[in-house]
């Protein structure tokens, strides 16, 4: 008998056979992570594809402050064709939503390579400082009454060498498009928090320490030239294959802090690639990793986001097959709910790591 059937009685567990089409109702914990967090001065978010239905959503608003939408407001969706109106469909919807349960918006993403129509990627364009000034006020404005926070950027940092990953913009602009980008966000939302996010910002690995030191260094060097950065956003999508070397990830987080500067967690999820197939014992390894994490991030008091890349394995993107990195047998369990909306270990090992955080001011 499984956890649903347990908790929902025989008789319960009979009517969803019958009706397979039904939507899952979520185990209503009767602890919030929003509210535990809320104690320790920290805010939790979750990114939302938007459209997954009621019991998602309603699983959403009793756990979370702040929705990231996942995809509808990348630019590629939002303004495919210099011309024509912007496509903000997806977009509002998510707004209401947000509207309707006092959630707040968390902006990804102002530029982000991967999702650049051609259009706003022309360094080479005579219009292209025009046009992206045009674009971050008409979508940051639309929102402004939700929006906290920007990812003004995306990604900028090389996985092979020190400094900016290789692109049309950041080959030919490089420093001077990052301060423009945060001047003009700055202009169109002077009351929210504007972020850089990265991956690879929490890892072990050598790559991922190569990273920190170039993000670090970059932003203390564009600060000393205006640069109007509040936050920098840690995405953690964590890999049992490269684990977490907590005294250099702390280091890094404290060296923020020293620059004025808040840390998020955006994109929290661990992806299950070569553990265990049975699924107890997977969960309770995703469950360490997920606990063994948080404990060592939030010990640092400049980190007031805890951010995950959606709270349940229903559409999630390691689930869907959109990571990198793939598991060859049985399907991933990344988040802290199951695809039934059903609670993981996962999710009890975050509530006793936000219960265990040291209390912050």
Same mark, same amino acid.
């Given at each position: 008998?499984?956890?649903?059937?347990?908790?929902?009685?025989?008789?319960?567990?009979?009517?969803?056979?019958?009706?397979?089409?039904?939507?899952?109702?979520?185990?209503?914990?009767?602890?919030?992570?929003?509210?535990?967090?809320?104690?320790?001065?920290?805010?939790?978010?979750?990114?939302?594809?938007?459209?997954?239905?009621?019991?998602?959503?309603?699983?959403?608003?009793?756990?979370?402050?702040?929705?990231?939408?996942?995809?509808?407001?990348?630019?590629? =969706?939002?303004?495919?064709?210099?011309?024509?109106?912007?496509?903000?469909?997806?977009?509002?919807?998510?707004?209401?939503?947000?509207?309707?349960?006092?959630?707040?918006?968390?902006?990804?993403?102002?530029?982000?390579?991967?999702?650049?129509?051609?259009?706003?990627?022309?360094?080479?364009?005579?219009?292209?400082?025009?046009?992206?000034?045009?674009?971050?006020?008409?979508?940051?404005?639309?929102?402004?009454?939700?929006?906290?926070?920007?990812?003004?950027?995306?990604?900028?940092?090389?996985?092979?060498?020190?400094?900016?990953?290789?692109?049309?913009?950041?080959?030919?602009?490089?420093?001077?498009?990052?301060?423009?980008?945060?001047?003009?966000?700055?202009?169109?939302?002077?009351?929210?928090?504007?972020?850089?996010?990265?991956?690879?910002?929490?890892?072990?690995?050598?790559?991922?320490?190569?990273?920190?030191?170039?993000?670090?260094?970059?932003?203390?060097?564009?600060?000393?030239?205006?640069?109007?950065?509040?936050?920098?956003?840690?995405?953690?999508?964590?890999?049992?294959?490269?684990?977490?070397?907590?005294?250099?990830?702390?280091?890094?987080?404290?060296?923020?802090?020293?620059?004025?500067?808040?840390?998020?967690?955006?994109?929290?999820?661990?992806?299950?690639?070569?553990?265990?197939?049975?699924?107890?014992?997977?969960?309770?390894?995703?469950?360490?990793?997920?606990?063994?994490?948080?404990?060592?991030?939030?010990?640092?008091?400049?980190?007031?986001?805890?951010?995950?890349?959606?709270?349940?394995?229903?559409?999630?993107?390691?689930?869907?097959?959109?990571?990198?990195?793939?598991?060859?047998?049985?399907?991933?369990?990344?988040?802290?709910?199951?695809?039934?909306?059903?609670?993981?270990?996962?999710?009890?090992? =975050?509530?006793?790591?936000?219960?265990?955080?040291?209390?912050?001011?």
């Amino acid at each position: 008998m499984n956890r649903r059937s347990f908790l929902a009685g025989a008789a319960a567990s009979v009517a969803a056979v019958a009706t397979p089409s039904a939507q899952p109702k979520p185990f209503r914990t009767e602890v919030s992570l929003k509210a535990l967090a809320a104690e320790k001065s920290l805010e939790i978010s979750t990114a939302y594809y938007g459209g997954r239905g009621f019991n998602l959503e309603n699983l959403i608003a009793h756990h979370c402050d702040i929705v990231t939408p996942e995809t509808a407001m990348k630019p590629e =969706v939002l303004a495919p064709r210099r011309s024509g109106k912007l496509a903000f469909e997806q977009m509002d919807a998510i707004a209401s939503f947000c509207r309707a349960n006092a959630l707040r918006l968390h902006g990804h993403a102002l530029y982000w390579h991967q999702t650049q129509p051609a259009w706003l990627n022309d360094a080479e364009s005579g219009t292209f400082v025009r046009d992206y000034m045009a674009y971050t006020r008409k979508v940051m404005t639309r929102y402004a009454d939700l929006t906290v926070s920007w990812d003004v950027i995306n990604e900028p940092f090389s996985d092979r060498a020190l400094g900016y990953r290789k692109g049309p913009v950041l080959d030919r602009h490089g420093d001077e498009f990052l301060l423009f980008l945060f001047r003009i966000a700055r202009r169109a939302a002077p009351k929210a928090k504007l972020l850089i996010n990265d991956y690879g910002l929490s890892c072990g690995a050598a790559y991922c320490q190569r990273k920190r030191d170039t993000a670090l260094a970059t932003v203390e060097r564009l600060m000393k030239t205006g640069l109007s950065i509040d936050a920098v956003g840690l995405q953690a999508h964590l890999l049992p294959t490269q684990p977490v070397h907590k005294s250099t990830l702390n280091a890094f987080i404290r060296g923020l802090g020293e620059l004025g500067l808040e840390v998020y967690i955006t994109e929290l999820d661990v992806n299950d690639i070569e553990l265990p197939q049975n699924i107890a014992k997977r969960d309770k390894l995703i469950a360490a990793i997920y606990s063994d994490y948080l404990g060592g991030v939030l010990e640092n008091d400049n980190v007031k986001r805890l951010g995950f890349w959606g709270l349940s394995d229903a559409g999630h993107w390691i689930v869907t097959g959109h990571a990198p990195f793939k598991r060859k047998h049985g399907a991933p369990r990344p988040a802290l709910f199951d695809g039934d909306l059903q609670p993981k270990p996962a999710f009890f090992a =975050v509530v006793d790591a936000l219960k265990q955080a040291p209390n912050r001011a």
